[in-house]
Structure formats: C-alpha cells, structure tokens
C-alpha cells in the first residue's frame, strides 16, 4: 500500500547552498543537485513539502550590530558571547537591552551558546530566497502532479536565535512567533512517512529534529533523514553527532537517496 510521504525541507536557501552566500555550508550546491533529482525522479511519491525559511531582519542578537566592546567595537564574526562576557562588561547589547542578559542565561541553560554570524537570510534580500535549483523542482513537481508545498518562517524575532523550525532557541511568552509550531508539527504527524533534508546538519537540521521528535516521539520511526541532502558547518561537531545517535536510538534512520529509491520505492 502506498503511503503518504511528505518532505520536510530545512532553510534550502541562497545564503546557505550557494558558494557566494553569506552563510554558505560547504558541499550544499551538491546537496541541493541530488534533491532536484530526488525530487524528478520521486516526485509521484510525495505527497506533500514544507519548507522552513530563515527570515531575519537586519538587527538580531547573532548579528555584530547588536553587540558592542567598551571602545565601540563590533564582535569578530563567530564570536561566542556569553552571560558571562555582558555581566563583566567585556560585550553590551545595543538593542533590547532589558532582556539580553536574561536570553544569555536561559540560552544556556539550555545547553546552547550565541554565535556571532554573518548577517544572513535577511528578509526580502536574494541571500533569504529558496535556490533557484530547488524551487525549479517545487514548480514541476506542484503541476505535474497538483500537489502544493507550503512555507514556513522562522527568525524574524530580534532578541533570539531560531535554528528550528519547530521554536526558538528561547521562546518568549510574549510572542507567537517564538513558541512551538504546532500547526507544522500536526501537518508532518499525518503522514505515514515524513523524508527530512536541508542546511546546516549541525545547526537547524538537527535542532528541527531533537524539537519534532521531542515533541511527538510517535513520529521518530516515520521519519527518514536523506543523508546526502544536507551537509556541515563543522563535520567534527561531535556534540551534534551525539544526537543525531540519539535520535537513531529513537527510530529516525538515516539513508542516502539511492537507498531511499532502492528500499522504500519497492
């Protein structure tokens, strides 16, 4: 019997997939190839796509505008600030300066750090929009077989980092935006199976997964993580590694889309 495959498809964006881009992942050029191909050669089989979107605006807590040294400074990019830095005044918020110190706290506790990155996927620029390659293969496959993808944005909120699609690194009661996507999370749960592929493994790959199937350990045996869809910030990230074990443990799998077509498509 046939089943219900949707594809669940993590910031497949110009700044992360092209060479050029702010935020470019080495290697994800060729990821985004094999999921054109995938998605030509497969694309009967799905039934669905979602798509999670980086959306910042130009101030936000990871981007060097936001932090200052005593002198005035900007951060170097790929800093690590900590509660720590802003208590002994080596860094000082520029914006939101009431709940900076407090978002460092919890963001730790949280086992998380904030990283200065370059500034990336802002909304509206050509860094934040879907790769061309990809978004060639969303239109076939949407009238070839009538089928729609929907998009989903994360980002937008200045005082916190959101590498998942699902919430925010801190979420804040005040603000929607920040809090759990329940609306993806229940769309992905009625499928039989759902196939999971984008930018960066180590980053909003990875904390979309530990979220969904946190949130519903259900859904963890459905869920199939296409290997060759996606590549690394830091291939020897070995606390990302850990959890991707983790997640194995609970029954996602993980296989290339060779694999997929060769054990799935029967």
Known sequence: MKKNTAILGIDIQNDFTRPTGRLYVPGAENDVWRMYAFMEECGQAIDYVALSLDSHQPIHIANQCYWSDPEGYPPALFTVITAQDVEQGQWRPLFNKDIALDYLIQLEKNKQVCTIWPAHCIAGSSGWALNESLYKALHAWSVLYNRKYELFFKGGHQATEHYSIFKAAVEFPDCEETKFNTKLLNKLNSFDRILVMGEAADFCVINSLVDMVEAEPDIAPRTIVLADCMS????????????????????VRFMTTTEFKATELK
């Open 232 to 251: 690394w910030i830091d291939p020897n990230n070995m606390k990302v590694m850990v959890r991707f074990s983790e997640i194995a443990e609970q029954g």
